[in-house]
């Protein structure tokens, strides 16, 4: 059997209903899995002897707006001893209700949500790590998401000095 | 520590900067233990990392890094930037290897497409950045001996990575934010001196090698400073998400370029160098190793350079030569598309990934139909292989955390993004 089927096979046998959509673009595989069934997915893609996923590569989100659910979170894994690799996409509705962490499954798993949270602005549960990592502590909103402006510095002329002195963020006297 | 509000600016308490900074580690003994900020003005952490340190004693209890004083904000620009144009992004990321960048970026592009490069094409991108990953290699032996005080290496390997910053202005007029590969091929033909250039950098380098063993492998101080430091074991490291040199230090064998070969590197005869003690000195001797494979690399493909086009012949990706504009009207429209609009590239994502001098460069891209990319992202080695950096330094001195950060070899750069 393909690795491609095996795994298939392997998540409806565990959890019958986690496997809501898949695709293959580019011989990449992509599983759509529900929300709620994304970390019992994991530790079994990570635990069965003929699977181990041991490696997370990567987590990263994707803003899909003007779509419903606007947000979809994307798992890498990869399998050192299987040499295959694999993308969990998860569809995310309401982004302050994430997913469930990955961080105990791999450790990494932390690190790379807090990249998502800082700039996409999902969160994920459990994950009690999250915290502004390349932003200012007080920074406001996540520039990833499509509805936040690219944004550009005015530059400062003579004549309109005053005018974009204003609004600056700094000490005045 | 200053913070800018709207209008006001306030310095922080220390509670507070605990607060903040220290969500990811907790106080153990606040009253005996010092906190110690190290960086982000620090010369052993190679750019500007923070980390928060809390120390009993010499002896590090804990640590948090704390990152983002280099954040430019790339995988959002080049949302609003065609896929060509995007590419010059990609080499400020890790600036000690732009060439692997580039490839990291261009290999995924070209996924999403479905398109494969000349044989000729393919076969420079090899040689470029297997002398790419010799001159990062070069930058991490000068920086990680010269913070454990060994001055001269650094001296020495700054000569020779000249010369391969010499090549690269050779092919591609730029030392080092080259922007050479493009999508769906290279930017233009090497130039005839390349091959003897490259050939007279494989004949003296192999002596040169040999120096900085000379000047390190035995030397007892060296041993004192790498043996049994920065100790992780396999399992911990692939549970961290440890890649590249860092990764085989550990004995976990795992190449993109043998695992899942790109660019044709099943072609090429070579070895992955694996070290199983998982300390700083077996990331150093896997690091050295890698030279000799490199080389190895260089050589077979020289041998081997195949004549032809190095770019594809699709014009709706890549431009037409200047010499078709005087008298094809077909090429003046292909090219004032491509550089007005540029091209569409189908819906979709893929992820493709690269083995950088750091480790796994990975590169997510979705399409939407139109001619910018509606979400890049960059999984850089660097910001990963961070991760572990409390696993690798809880317990041990402040002096030995110098030597871990310079053995995991990070690249600010690359990191903030």
Not at chain 2, 32 to 45: A, D, I, R, W
Request: glycine share 6%.
């Amino acid at each position: 059997m393909k690795r491609e089927q095996l795994v298939v096979e392997k998540i409806k046998q565990a959890t019958p209903d986690a496997i809501e959509d898949s695709n293959d673009f580019r011989g990449e595989q992509t599983l759509f899995i529900k929300m709620n069934r994304l970390k019992k997915v994991c530790t079994l893609l990570r635990d069965d002897p003929t699977l181990q996923y041991n490696f997370l590569s990567d987590v990263t989100a994707d803003d899909l707006l003007p779509e419903f659910p606007r947000f979809a979170v994307n798992y890498h894994l990869y399998s050192i001893p299987h040499k295959h690799r694999l993308r969990l996409r998860v569809l995310v509705e309401d982004p302050e209700k994430g997913p469930q962490t990955v961080g105990d499954i791999w450790k990494v798993g932390t690190w790379l949500e807090m990249e998502v949270w800082d700039l996409m602005g999902v969160s994920f549960k459990g994950n009690n790590h999250l915290r502004r990592l390349f932003l200012p502590e007080d920074w406001q909103g996540h520039p990833l998401r499509k509805d936040y402006p690219l944004g550009y510095e005015e530059v400062q002329f003579s004549f309109n000095w005053q005018e974009v002195d204003a609004k600056k963020p700094y000490a005045k006297d | 520590m200053l913070t800018s509000g709207s209008d006001t600016i306030k310095e922080l308490t220390v509670e507070e900067l605990r607060a903040k900074v220290g969500t990811g580690m907790t106080i153990e003994d606040a009253e005996e233990h010092m906190l110690l900020s190290m960086g982000p003005q620090h010369p052993s952490t190679h750019g500007v990392l923070r980390l928060l340190l809390e120390l009993d004693g010499e002896n590090i209890v804990n640590l948090a890094p704390d990152i983002g004083f280099l954040h430019t904000g790339v995988e959002k620009t080049m949302e609003s930037k065609t896929y060509t144009k995007a590419l010059v992004m990609t080499d400020r990321l890790d600036y000690l290897s732009p060439m692997s960048n580039n490839l990291g970026y261009v290999l995924a592009v070209e996924k999403l497409l479905g398109v494969e490069v000349t044989p000729r094409a393919q076969v420079i991108r090899v040689i470029l950045s297997e002398l790419a990953r010799i001159s990062s290699h070069l930058v991490w032996l000068a920086t990680h001996a010269l913070d454990l005080a060994a001055m001269s290496v650094f001296l020495y390997c700054f000569r020779e990575r000249e010369y391969i910053l010499d090549v690269f202005e050779m092919v591609a007029g730029q030392r080092m934010m080259v922007s050479y590969f493009r999508p769906g091929g290279l930017w233009r033909d090497v130039p005839e001196e390349f091959e003897p250039a490259v050939r007279q950098f494989l004949d003296f380098f192999p002596a040169k090698i040999a120096d900085y063993e000379a000047l390190l492998k035995n030397n007892p101080i060296w041993l004192q400073r790498t043996k049994d430091v920065g100790y992780i074991s396999a399992d911990d490291a692939v549970s961290w998400g440890l890649t590249g040199p860092s990764l085989r230090g550990s004995g976990v064998d795992w190449d993109i370029r043998k695992a899942q070969p790109y660019l044709g590197y099943d072609k090429y005869e070579f070895d992955v160098p694996l070290e199983t003690d998982g300390d700083v000195y077996a990331r150093y001797r896997c690091r050295m190793r890698e030279f000799w494979e490199s080389l190895r690399i260089i050589r077979q493909a020289l041998d081997k350079l195949p004549s032809g086009p190095v770019n594809i012949s699709d014009r709706k990706i890549v431009p037409p030569p200047r010499s078709e504009l005087g008298h094809s009207m077909e090429a003046v429209i292909h090219h004032f598309k491509l550089w007005t609009e540029g091209f569409k590239a189908p819906t979709g994502y893929v992820y493709n990934s690269v083995e950088s001098p750091r480790g796994e460069f990975g590169c997510y891209i979705r399409g939407d139909g139109s001619p910018n990319p509606a979400r890049v992202h960059f999984r850089t080695p660097s910001y990963v292989n961070l991760a572990s950096l409390p696993q690798m330094g809880k317990g041990v001195f402040v002096a030995d955390l110098v030597a871990i950060i310079g053995s995991v070899d990070i690249v600010l750069g690359e990191i903030d993004r």
